[in-house]
């Protein structure tokens, strides 16, 4: 059965909110989401200055997974991505990598047509749909939708694309699934705060898995394999996103780990997912050709 939600919207992944939905572990939702402004800004005269900044990265949800209980994993399956034909990108003073050479803020409202951002009148970018926060409830405190971490939320993964298969660890009953963000376009470590936010809405297959356990997300796609981690600096993102790359190679391969650190080191990538958030979130990619998955041996 198809299940859709529109208009349930959470500020913070959080065991206390309400599920907005109900559903058995194999269902597919429809979520609509806003983008990341909560649709506030609408036309040229909009003021940023006037935004609500309480009403910044809504996510669409919680959906509550029937069976999913702390310690399980949540295999979140993006099926489709749909966006709207308008994106918003902002800067401003004091945000993002080149914020100190910034004044004010800015925001820029852009057509979406055919395919491509019409950023001006000679330049166009392809999109590439993907969503910047995705994830489960934590265990224990509220986490605002702007952070990432351990259950996913900010993580603002350009991998993060129809196709690509989600793990999540479950550390609450049902997990309490959601889902915002949506951008038609964003360079690794989103250097500017924003991508090209849209909203829009996405086709997600939710599944519990029992007898796998995470630490932290995991995503898969044709042809990779990738842990996924945050941290205050990005140094130590790159280095648990490694580790729990190499944790889960070591037992899948069966080799020790010298050998597992030569195959990261020859043909793994430690790449930069955002550099912008409260923390900063890394990414460790492996071709599945070295093993096809990490997270059951087959
Ligand atoms: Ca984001
Ligand atoms: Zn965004």
Not at 32 to 38: G, K
Not at 104 to 120: E, R, S, Y
Not at 172 to 195: K, P
Not at 243 to 259: N, V
């Amino acid at each position: 059965m198809d299940h859709k939600i529109s208009g349930k919207h959470i500020f913070a992944f959080s065991k206390d909110n309400a599920p907005a939905l109900v559903v058995q572990s194999g269902a597919s939702v429809e979520m609509e989401t806003l983008d990341c402004f909560a649709n506030q800004l609408q036309s040229v005269d909009d003021r940023l200055e006037a935004l609500d900044w309480e009403r910044i990265n809504p996510a669409t949800g919680p959906v509550y997974i029937e069976g999913a209980v702390p310690g399980d994993v949540l295999k979140v399956t993006v099926e489709r991505i749909r966006i709207s034909d308008r994106g918003i990108m902002s800067v401003g003073k004091g945000m993002g990598v080149l914020g100190d050479m910034l004044d004010g803020l800015k925001f820029k409202l852009m057509p979406i047509q055919d395919g491509f951002v019409q950023f001006n009148s000679e330049i166009s970018l392809p999109v590439t749909p993907m969503i910047g926060v995705i994830g489960v409830a934590p265990e224990a405190k509220a986490i605002g939708c702007g952070t990432p971490g351990p259950h996913g939320g900010n993580m603002d993964n350009q991998m993060v694309t129809a196709g690509a298969i989600l793990y999540f660890p479950v550390f609450v009953e049902g997990a309490l699934f959601a889902i915002g963000d949506l951008h038609a376009a964003m360079g690794d470590g989103e250097i500017g705060v924003t991508g090209v936010e849209v909203s829009g809405n996405a086709r997600v297959k939710l599944e519990v898995l029992k007898g796998v356990s995470l630490k932290n997300p995991v995503l898969e796609n044709t042809d990779y394999f990738t842990t996924i981690a945050s941290a205050k600096r990005l140094e130590d993102a790159v280095k648990q996103a490694a580790l729990d790359m190499a944790g889960l190679l070591a037992d899948r391969l069966c080799l020790p780990l010298s050998e597992v650190v030569m195959l990261m080191s020859a043909v793994g990538n430690a790449q930069i997912c955002q550099i912008v958030d409260p923390l900063m979130t890394a990414r460790f990619v492996m071709p599945k050709y070295v093993a096809n998955n990490i997270l059951y041996k087959e």
